[in-house]
């Protein structure tokens, strides 16, 4: 980790992500930190311990170098539609949002509406809970952080490379809003939909002393927060769709396969899937 960064740091939204992004800056860098959060109890308990050097109020938005906007996608463009005029040139916005072709575009013309500088980024980390309660400062260890620049500058992509950097994580991939959609759809969402349509079944109820590894691994992101995802989800309609369809799909010649009785054909959809996951030597 780098431990010379210096920066005046904003962050609005002190849940789980803005929460642990100021818990690092404070444990990891020289930064200083400037919490915004619609709720003062969490403000208060931010800066009871120490996450935060700061309450931000909306006349700190000038002395600032660089803002997360760590809130949920529609939150994250009315931020900046109400707030925008008073973040100077100086200072660079980025977003942790899950998605990124919608919200990207609203920010950019934003940016460009009042001149603040914007590129979209987002940390790829996360836990079960939610909250600044559960926010701690190692989260993004060793953790992948997304850029997309939107028009950036490479001095702006370079800081936040450095910034991810400093806070731990393990490396940086730049790419368009476009892409990030189309695989996150893939990594993240399918599994949350996935998850959430296993519990449903009626056998779910009774899984104890009938479950171990499998389980745990396929259920365990299903502890989810329904606000957020329904948002994600909807704002990524056409690519989560698509996978979804390509799911469905396999399962259902897995299932054709079962109900035929046809183990020669099973065998081979199982031995597929195995020699795709062992080529990628994970």
């Not at 210096?6 to 404070?26: C, D, E, H, M, P």
């Not at 403000?43 to 938005?61: I, K």
């Not at 575009?105 to 590129?119: D, H, I, P, T």
């Not at 989810?224 to 309609?237: H, K, P, R, V």
Request: net charge negative.
């Amino acid at each position: 980790m780098e431990e010379d960064l210096s920066l005046r740091v904003g962050i609005v939204g002190l849940g789980l992500i803005g929460g642990s992004l100021a818990k690092a800056f404070r444990e990891y860098t020289n930064c200083t930190v400037w919490g915004f959060d619609q709720n003062p109890a969490v403000t208060e308990a931010a800066l009871a311990c120490g996450a935060v050097d700061h309450r931000g109020e909306w006349s700190d938005l000038k002395r600032l170098d660089l803002l997360f906007l760590a809130v949920y996608p529609q939150a994250a463009v009315e931020f900046a539609q109400e707030h925008g005029g008073q973040i100077p040139r100086s200072c660079l916005v980025t977003d942790t949002c899950g998605i990124k072709t919608e919200v990207c575009e609203r920010l950019s013309a934003l940016a460009r509406r009042f001149g603040f500088r914007f590129a979209g980024s987002h940390p790829m980390a996360g836990r079960e809970k939610v909250g600044f309660a559960a926010s701690e400062a190692s989260l993004f260890r060793g953790a992948s952080y997304i850029i997309t620049p939107c028009g950036a500058s490479q001095e702006d992509v370079a800081l936040l490379k450095r910034t991810a950097a400093a806070l731990g994580f393990g490396g940086c991939v730049v790419t368009t809003p476009e892409r990030h959609d189309q695989m996150i759809a893939f990594t993240s969402q399918v599994p949350h939909a996935l998850a959430c349509a296993y519990v449903l079944s009626p056998q779910c109820p009774g899984h104890a002393g009938f479950s171990a590894g499998s389980y745990r691994d396929v259920s365990r992101v299903a502890n989810i927060n329904e606000a957020l995802w329904t948002e994600l989800f909807l704002s990524n309609a056409g690519p989560l769709a698509e996978e979804l369809d390509i799911l469905i799909g396999n399962l259902s010649r897995i299932r054709d396969a079962v109900q035929a009785g046809d183990g020669g054909r099973l065998s081979s959809l199982l031995r597929e899937g195995r020699l795709v996951k062992e080529s990628l030597g994970e």
